[in-house]
């Protein structure tokens, strides 16, 4: 069985219950192994992991999704001497290019993660157990919409470290993603090569999809002919969120999910 629990989200219907920040952050329970998959901004994903029951203490994997503060600040908090995946350009420096007062990156420094955790920096595919992968730098066949994000040495950032994670079961891949700045389409065909499995059991995650226009149309046509289960987080906007609903409800299982929600598959 596989067990994924919303940590924190950037929707939160539940806040005399939990609390909530912009961001994003998931555990994920798989075989034998206890994963924290990305965050958030703060310590509020530990506070509603307690109010879920769920022990921190005990997780033994930490994967980041990609760099941003709002998936990677939260490990300021998070102490445990666990493994650590990420890409190697988790720790740039990165501002909005328009206003290069916004610092975008996270706080924690390469040498500071070294220190807190096992840490272990890859481009490739990397194998936490039998079925579960975390996903390496994503092949971008699909177009993406950046935002304008600005490098330390003032190049364009490309956010080439964004990436998820893949859950290979018997009724098909689960694919988790934090942002999808590399474009979810491309993800999930990411994950479909480095399972060797072609059935999409369900995506979960924020989709960077901002508005209505003919790139979110091309990403609703994918899922509806290529995955059986979509669920949407952080970075999807309420009309796109509803576009999805509305123009999958009847061809594909389509939620929106929320701090607090938990799916077993």
Same mark, same amino acid.
């Given at each position: 069985?596989?067990?994924?629990?919303?940590?924190? *989200?950037?929707?939160?219907?539940?806040? *005399?219950?939990?609390?909530?920040?912009?961001?994003?952050?998931?555990?994920?329970?798989?075989?034998?192994?206890?994963?924290?998959?990305?965050?958030?901004?703060?310590?509020?994903?530990?506070?509603?992991?307690?109010?879920?029951?769920?022990?921190?203490?005990?997780?033994?994997?930490?994967?980041?999704?990609?760099?941003?503060?709002? /998936?990677?600040?939260?490990?300021?908090?998070?102490?445990?001497?666990?493994?650590?995946?990420?890409?190697?350009?988790?720790?740039?420096?990165?501002?909005? %290019?328009?206003?290069?007062?916004?610092?975008?990156?996270?706080?924690?420094?390469?040498?500071?993660?070294?220190?807190?955790?096992?840490? /272990?920096?890859?481009?490739?595919?990397?194998?936490?157990?039998?079925?579960?992968?975390?996903?390496?730098?994503?092949?971008?066949?699909?177009?993406?919409?950046?935002?304008?994000?600005?490098?330390?040495?003032?190049?364009?950032?490309?956010?080439? *470290?964004?990436?998820?994670?893949?859950?290979?079961?018997?009724?098909?891949?689960?694919?988790?993603?934090? #942002?999808?700045?590399?474009?979810? #389409?491309?993800?999930?065909?990411?994950?479909?090569?480095?399972?060797?499995?072609?059935?999409?059991?369900?995506?979960?995650?924020?989709?960077?999809?901002?508005?209505?226009?003919?790139?979110?149309? $091309?990403?609703?046509?994918?899922?509806?002919?290529?995955?059986?289960?979509?669920?949407?987080?952080?970075?999807?906007?309420?009309?796109?969120?509803?576009?999805?609903?509305? *123009?999958?409800?009847? $061809?594909?299982?389509?939620?929106?999910?929320?701090?607090? %929600?938990?799916?077993?598959?």
């Amino acid at each position: 069985m596989v067990k994924v629990v919303i940590l924190n *989200d950037t929707r939160n219907s539940n806040k *005399d219950k939990f609390e909530n920040d912009d961001g994003f952050s998931a555990y994920v329970e798989v075989e034998n192994n206890k994963i924290l998959f990305d965050a958030g901004p703060s310590e509020k994903f530990m506070k509603n992991a307690e109010k879920l029951g769920i022990e921190l203490n005990k997780v033994d994997t930490i994967i980041l999704s990609h760099g941003h503060y709002d /998936h990677g600040d939260g490990l300021q908090y998070f102490n445990n001497k666990v493994e650590f995946i990420a890409h190697p350009n988790c720790t740039l420096k990165r501002w909005w %290019k328009d206003d290069h007062s916004h610092y975008s990156g996270i706080q924690l420094t390469k040498e500071e993660l070294e220190n807190k955790y096992n840490t /272990h920096f890859t481009k490739e595919p990397y194998k936490i157990n039998q079925s579960t992968y975390y996903l390496g730098e994503i092949t971008r066949k699909y177009p993406i919409k950046l935002k304008k994000w600005v490098l330390e040495n003032g190049q364009n950032d490309e956010v080439l *470290d964004d990436s998820g994670m893949v859950i290979n079961t018997e009724n098909g891949i689960i694919v988790i993603a934090g #942002c999808s700045h590399s474009g979810i #389409c491309n993800i999930v065909e990411h994950a479909k090569k480095v399972t060797n499995n072609n059935k999409v059991l369900a995506v979960i995650g924020g989709f960077h999809l901002r508005e209505i226009d003919e790139n979110t149309n $091309k990403v609703i046509n994918y899922m509806k002919d290529n995955v059986e289960e979509v669920i949407l987080a952080h970075c999807t906007t309420d009309d796109v969120c509803n576009k999805f609903v509305n *123009d999958l409800k009847e $061809k594909i299982k389509v939620s929106i999910t929320e701090v607090g %929600k938990v799916y077993n598959f």
